[in-house]
């Protein structure tokens, strides 16, 4: 069968490179990092700062899946349904509305859908008004609510860039134009959230060894199941330590 991602010109040099499940398990790890240093070493910053590689990683291979999953419906859904149960835990243990990464990346998902569907109506000029419309509540979510939600900690995780990111990586299929892309999102994120955040831009050498391959293994619900078993056991430690 042929690969979803054979837009890539695969020679002999190309099979050498990461497949996506590689960009996906080097995410993973960076991320089991981060929330080991944040949860379990208070805040330990080395691996605060490895664990920058797992947002841009991770946001990467959204923008690939929002291409070539075969069931649009049922991928937004799974991170959706994913996104609300964590929010859920965060409200009930934390008292949080703190919006996690997985609401962020439901909205690059909505907004990279919208431009697919915009970009298949040719010649219905009206069709640009869904994107333009997607993008205004992104702006909204990311920066105006937290001015009409004083006194909370609602916030959008990684912000309107974190949002953006994927969808920019989306706009071209040509993969050194991606990477440019790329490169001038997490510049931009990097800018607005600064401090280590300037550390993500490492993540863009995995990714220029990308080879537009899935990968041997079946990898689809992995993070589905990973995400929150790897925070339950880091939650855990910490709650049996604390006793």
């Known amino acids: ?82 996104g609300l149960l964590c929010q859920a835990v965060y409200l009930v243990v934390e008292h949080s509305i703190y919006q996690g990464i997985l609401i962020t990346f439901c909205l690059s998902i909505l907004t990279i859908y919208a431009i697919i569907w915009a970009r298949d109506r040719q010649g219905q000029w009206w069709r640009w008004l869904l994107p333009v419309a997607m993008l205004g509540l992104d702006l909204f979510l990311c920066k105006g609510l937290p001015m009409l939600l004083p006194g909370t900690d609602y916030a959008m995780d990684y912000g309107i860039w974190g949002v953006l990111f994927p969808v920019l990586v989306s706009l071209s299929r040509n993969r050194r134009i991606k990477w440019c892309l790329a490169a001038a999102g997490l510049v931009f994120l990097s ?36 995400y929150p078993v790897h925070l339950i056991i880091i939650y855990g430690i910490s709650l049996a330590f604390t006793a």
């Open 1 to 82: 069968m042929q690969d979803h991602f054979a837009y890539y010109k695969i020679d002999g040099m190309e099979k050498n490179r990461l497949s996506g499940n590689s960009l996906k398990i080097i995410a993973l790890l960076s991320m089991t990092i981060d929330h080991i240093g944040l949860v379990l070493l208070d805040n330990y910053i080395p691996f605060r700062y490895a664990g920058r590689l797992a947002f841009p990683l991770f946001g990467y291979m959204l923008a690939e899946g929002c291409y070539y999953t075969r069931n649009k419906r049922r991928h937004f859904a799974g991170i959706l349904l994913l």
């Open 191 to 226: 800018i607005s959230m600064g401090n280590w955040q300037w550390y993500s831009l490492l993540a863009l050498i995995p990714i220029w060894f990308y080879n537009g391959q899935k990968g041997v293994w079946n990898t689809k619900y992995l993070f589905y199941i990973y």
